[in-house]
């Protein structure tokens, strides 16, 4: 079978470090850190004090007052980025066929926050009557931020929701390459959003002891492959992409940021949280996205790594690519941007693919910020270049992307610069 090829027409984002693309990359590269303390919520009896919060965000600036009661603060994420990726594209939906276009944005939690409250105001009442608001279910739904997508654009072709822990937009770009190369649609918007800084999500993440507890220092508390890493930053935020077969963009005369070449999905089989100590399943799906782009592992520039700032994660992940890549692990790039962003969970692989693409048209790799030590115990030859603390500047032809969920979940792309 003759696949079709798959190119990336637009990006958008709203995230913790700017609110449009060109603000993101611009604090990117400027190693802003988006972490301070919480102010969505009382965090005072909390072990964790502080996130990665989206900042100078009034959902009335972009939505009627009548509608923001009826969308979970995740849902108004992903529309504002979705706007911009569709403005960014140029795409004239008067003169496509928009039943051949689809949508699929990804969560890996929902509506958690407007569960949170409508339940927590159904305890907290006296006569405990169900006074539930009745968009309350449709506020919850994982699905229900692209199923907004779709009605706003008019966009009749396939529309879901993709949930894999931290690995869901990653598995729905994937999802939506895969559609558009065998002919089911023409284009797909396609990214992940999550708003999960509420008191259930600190709260349960810092029982797990997954989240960083770094609370006199939350500016630098993400630090991803440092020595004194001791966990993650809750982020918050969404990335969008528009996917295009290539001929529909060529004709349309749409600018085209990247080719996607390759995508692979695989699972660790070992633990419901915790990364195989080898990287196993993350070395099986960073080895088959490269053959699935007919690439080899010389053929990568940068690596947008997961790096979450965990310790057993980076380490298994650094034990991956050392075995992906061997000899060339040492000359390539990689960094996490999760050490500005934080990690934004199932909207991670979207925006990290939206960082991928900014830093293969720039040909600057932004970097890992918050480095002051080694890790003594990582148990590889630390040659490797991490990109501590400063954007680098070098040629990127081929972008790799990764992107880990609890339930063992794995996830990796792979973008290429566009040639005709």
């Not at 009749?156 to 190369?181: E, H, L, Q, W």
């Not at 934080?342 to 909207?347: C, I, M, P």
Request: aromatic residues 8%; glycine residues 10%; charged residues 20%.
């Amino acid at each position: 079978m003759s696949f079709k090829r798959v190119v990336v027409t637009g990006l958008g984002s709203i995230t913790p470090i700017g609110n449009t693309v060109a603000e993101m990359w611009q604090n990117l590269l400027a190693g802003v850190s988006g972490a301070g303390p919480i102010s969505h919520f009382d965090h005072s009896k909390h072990k964790v004090h502080f996130a990665c919060e989206v900042k100078n965000f009034n959902p009335a600036d972009h939505f009627e007052k009548k509608e923001i009661r009826k969308l979970d603060p995740s849902v108004q994420f992903a529309r504002v980025a979705a706007r911009e990726c569709l403005a960014d594209s140029g795409i004239d939906f008067d003169s496509v066929d928009k039943s051949n276009i689809g949508v699929i944005i990804a969560s890996g939690i929902g509506g958690l926050a407007a569960f949170e409250d409508e339940v927590g105001y159904y305890y907290a009442s006296e006569d405990r009557i169900p006074k539930f608001n009745p968009y309350f279910i449709p506020k919850v739904l994982g699905n229900i931020a692209s199923g907004h997508v779709s009605i706003e654009f008019g966009l009749k072709g396939p529309n879901f929701g993709v949930v894999s822990a931290c690995a869901s937009s990653a598995n729905a770009i994937g999802t939506a390459y895969d559609m558009i190369r065998i002919g089911r649609a023409n284009a797909m918007v396609v990214g992940g959003t999550e708003a999960a800084i509420t008191p259930g999500s600190i709260g349960g993440f810092s029982v797990m002891r997954a989240l960083s507890t770094n609370n006199n220092e939350p500016e630098t508390a993400s630090r991803p492959f440092s020595g004194s890493r001791d966990g993650f930053v809750m982020g918050e935020g969404a990335g969008c992409l528009l996917l295009e077969e290539l001929e529909h963009a060529v004709k349309r005369g749409a600018k085209i940021y990247a080719e996607l070449v390759g995508y692979a999905a695989s699972s660790d089989a070992y633990h419901i949280t915790a990364t195989h100590p080898d990287g196993d399943g993350a070395y099986m799906v960073m080895l088959n996205a490269l053959n699935d782009a007919g690439l080899k592992p010389t053929d990568v520039d940068y690596i947008n790594a997961h790096g979450t700032s965990t310790p057993i994660g980076d380490l298994s992940e650094i034990k991956a690519i050392r075995k992906v890549f061997g000899e060339h692990a040492f000359n390539l790039n990689i960094s996490s941007t999760k050490s500005m962003t934080g990690h934004l969970l199932g909207a991670a692989g979207a925006l990290e693919s939206v960082i991928s693409i900014k830093s293969m048209e720039n040909n600057i790799v932004p970097p890992t910020i918050h480095h002051r030590e080694d890790d003594i115990d990582l148990n590889i030859d630390y040659r490797m270049n991490f990109t501590f603390n400063t954007p680098q500047k070098r040629k990127i032809d081929v972008v790799m992307s990764n992107s880990f969920g609890f339930g063992g979940q794995n996830a990796c792309l792979v973008f290429k610069r566009y040639a005709e």
